[in-house]
């Protein structure tokens, strides 16, 4: 245990948490501009996708938001197609012939009862995903074995189905005109971002444990200065971090520090108990402790 204090009392910690929070912020901003630059094809088409939504609900299906959503399909290899249909779901525009070949009518319906899943008239299956998902969905996950066993478990999926693939959709409409445009995605995943995201993990929760060893052997430290069982109060920050600093600092508080060897003692008391240094003024006559500034004695009136 000598060693161990020993040890700590070499470190400066004022130093350590300047280097600590210097280190955490650099490799927190590694991880997230890493994962932002994986993701960079994601997040063109996430600004691709709001600049056609805001100009299709604005202007309908003019050919400034067709050019749009034909560069917006280009662009990204995850969109199978961009379909757009009116009321009576008569195709409009179409960015390739994936889906519907010849078709001149595209139409959704619900599977079964499930609202979260769609299919074509094809039998294809579209499950469905809000626009605020538009980048941060299944194109982290490697397959859709979740799905087909989401549509299992509700019973919704007929077991010869099995092999059918799932599309991701989003789709706007235009409230005046009951125009949509379907946004018909893969699954597919962004490489390497399985792997950067365990990553991120694993370096967040060190950043973590490093915050939470590191409060407890400070308050280890703090009251083994002044002699204030620190294995106890060391115990005490580990298991409760934050609430422990807190109980720790109200008990220092509700104490005095001898200015003399830096231990914590009562305030009741006159002198230090470790090394006699005085640490209160008292009453000549009846021993109770008075104030620098007091004239009187509060407890036997005795002129000071």
């Known amino acids: 245990m000598k060693k161990f204090e020993e040890i700590l009392n070499k470190i400066n910690f004022k130093k350590a948490i300047k280097l600590y929070i210097t280190i955490s912020i650099i490799l927190v901003l590694i991880c997230s501009f890493t994962m932002a630059y994986l993701s960079r094809s994601s997040i063109s088409m996430a600004i691709g996708y709001n600049k056609a939504a805001e100009s299709f609900e604005k202007t309908g299906l003019t050919e400034s938001v067709k050019s749009t959503l034909s560069k917006l399909a280009a662009d990204s290899k995850d969109v199978v197609n961009i379909i757009a249909v009116d009321k009576d779901n008569n195709i409009l525009f179409k960015a390739n012939s994936n889906l519907i070949n010849s078709d001149n009518k595209?139409?959704?319906?619900?599977?079964?009862?499930?609202?979260?899943?769609?299919?074509?008239?094809?039998?294809?299956?579209?499950?469905?995903?809000?626009?605020?998902?538009?980048?941060?969905?299944?194109?982290?996950?490697?397959?859709?074995?979740?799905?087909?066993?989401?549509?299992?478990?509700?019973?919704?999926?007929?077991?010869?189905?099995?092999a059918e693939k799932i599309n991701m959709v989003n789709y706007l409409v235009k409230k005046d005109t009951k125009d949509k445009v379907f946004i018909v995605r893969n699954a597919t995943p962004i490489p390497y971002m399985k792997g950067a995201m365990e990553a991120f993990g694993i370096i967040l929760g060190l950043i973590f444990m490093v915050y939470w060893v590191g409060l407890a052997l400070w308050v280890y430290k703090d009251a083994?200065?002044?002699?204030?069982?620190?294995?106890?109060?060391?115990?005490?920050?580990?298991?409760?971090?934050?609430?422990?600093?807190?109980?720790?600092?109200?008990?220092?508080?509700?104490?005095?520090?001898?200015?003399?060897?830096?231990?914590?003692?009562?305030?009741?008391?006159?002198?230090?108990?470790?090394?006699?240094?005085?640490?209160?003024?008292?009453?000549?006559?009846?021993?109770?402790?008075?104030?620098?500034?007091?004239?009187?004695c509060s407890k036997c009136g005795n002129k000071l």
């Open 106 to 162: 595209f139409i959704l319906t619900p599977y079964e009862a499930n609202k979260k899943y769609l299919k074509d008239e094809k039998g294809t299956l579209y499950k469905v995903v809000k626009s605020d998902n538009i980048v941060l969905n299944k194109n982290y996950l490697k397959n859709h074995e979740k799905e087909v066993s989401d549509i299992n478990e509700e019973s919704y999926y007929e077991r010869d189905m099995k």
């Open 224 to 296: 083994n200065k002044k002699k204030m069982n620190p294995a106890l109060w060391g115990l005490v920050a580990l298991l409760t971090n934050l609430v422990g600093l807190i109980i720790y600092s109200m008990y220092k508080q509700n104490n005095k520090l001898c200015h003399q060897c830096g231990s914590l003692q009562s305030k009741e008391n006159i002198f230090c108990t470790l090394c006699g240094e005085k640490l209160n003024e008292s009453c000549e006559k009846c021993g109770n402790i008075v104030g620098k500034n007091d004239s009187y």
